[in-house]
């Protein structure tokens, strides 16, 4: 039997899940002795097959899968007698995740909790703990603009916008929707993965960024501390101020409530 | 990766029994120990992920070797681990927490000429300012126990 493999020789394992506009690359190993086989795709309007190159010598073929649309489709490979060679394989056609609107308060803070909980490539990534982190900064954005402070960097504010930009608060968020390069590409760098269904790491950031949009969706969200929770910092870089207290580290960033 | 005699490195060996031992004095939060990132699967050699950072700051590998230091801390109570590279050169402090997601999007870079303030009381609420005496204690740890690296990027 024939097999498809991905372009680091493993075994491509079903269903193949992909992203629509995305393209993955492939390769197919015929079985011992066996001719190079015919691969393609059906429906074509799902997903199709392109760049087919086959390298007779080695006896192998590469190729691409162009998502087309959000769907089902499956990839074959028959020999001259239209017989399958390989087990078919489902490719599923996902659509792209992508972020709110910049001018509204789910943009904004999707784009704050992807800037500000650590990836899932750093040490220590777990979901649970990432949905964690983003729902206890939540609380402090909403905890600030309910009770405006100087005490957390919210003194005047009336909108979620003017928690997130006030100066100095959140790292590179002063001047958004315009952001600071470092922080954009960041933001950018984590969609783009998110959407790109040739990448190992696509589920994981798929996951991540799920979650940022659900946290940031959700109509309202219940502050797990006793004391309020207004603050957040990097682990280990000291206390927002004298009148903080620290609640918990979760993945690298420590929150504090009030005294 | 700057290369000492033996004895030199059986000296730090023994530096850094002693510091993993105790809690550090003036370490970044009270609980904080030291711990040798090197040692950890997590972190391991630095030089392939600082040579790549480079090269994402566009940093020419015609320019001179760049020299960083990195000195490493992990929490006692949450078994979180980091650590702090110090790029003298562009006086920034690159937060490292480890695994493989480049340096170049980490979660936190620290400009010193920028983002450092004289007292807790400046920090006003900020998620990412840091005081004086905190860069001073991380630049101090890194002179006394930091590994230090020239590296060019690629």
């Known amino acids: 039997m024939a097999e498809f493999q991905h372009m680091d020789d493993t075994k491509v394992t079903p269903p193949i899940t992909t992203v629509k506009g995305s393209t993955i690359h492939l390769k197919l190993i015929p079985g011992a002795k066996e001719a190079l086989p015919t691969i393609s795709v059906a429906p074509a309007t799902v997903a199709k097959v392109i760049n087919i190159k086959e390298r007779k010598q080695a006896n192998f073929t590469t190729f691409e899968i162009e998502a087309v649309t959000v769907g089902k489709a499956s990839l074959t490979a028959t020999d001259a007698k239209k017989a399958n060679v390989a087990t078919p394989i489902d490719v599923i056609v996902e659509d792209k995740v992508t972020l709110p609107d910049s001018k509204t308060n789910e943009g904004l803070l999707a784009r704050l909790f992807i800037a500000e909980v650590p990836s899932p490539e750093e040490s220590g990534y777990t979901l649970e703990d990432a949905k964690t982190s983003m729902f206890w900064m939540r609380v402090v954005v909403e905890n600030r603009l309910k009770t405006p402070s100087s005490t957390w960097g919210s003194a005047g504010v009336t909108t979620m916008q003017d928690v997130i930009r006030a100066q100095n608060q959140f790292e590179g968020f002063s001047g958004y929707p315009t952001l600071i390069n470092r922080i954009q590409s960041m933001i950018d760098d984590t969609m783009s993965i998110a959407n790109n269904g040739d990448d190992t790491r696509r589920s994981k950031y798929k996951a991540f960024v799920d979650a940022a949009l659900e946290i940031a969706n959700q109509k309202a969200v219940t502050d797990p501390s006793t004391k309020g929770l207004f603050w957040w910092r990097t682990a280990g870089s000291g206390s927002p101020t004298s009148d903080a207290v620290l609640y918990m580290t979760k993945l690298k960033n420590t929150f504090y409530t009030r005294k | ?154």
Request: proline share 3%; with cysteine.
């Open chain 2, 1 to 154: 990766m700057i290369r000492c005699p033996r004895a030199m490195l059986s000296a730090r060996k023994t530096r850094l029994a002693v510091l993993l031992a105790f809690p550090l004095l003036l370490a970044q939060d009270a609980a904080d120990i030291a711990f040798d990132f090197r040692n950890e699967a997590a972190f391991g050699d630095p030089t392939p992920a600082l040579r790549e950072f480079l090269h994402s700051q566009h940093v020419a590998r015609r320019k001179p070797a760049q020299s960083f230091c990195i000195v490493g801390y992990q929490s006692s109570t949450a078994n979180e681990k980091r650590a702090w590279i110090h790029w003298s050169q562009r006086h920034k402090l690159i937060l490292w927490s480890g695994g493989t997601a480049a340096l170049a999007n980490s979660r936190r870079i620290t400009d010193l000429t920028k983002d450092v303030v004289a007292t807790e009381a400046d920090i006003q609420g900020s998620t990412y300012l840091v005081t004086q005496a905190w860069a001073n204690q991380v630049l101090s740890d890194c002179a006394t126990r930091g590994i230090k690296y020239q590296v060019r990027s690629e």
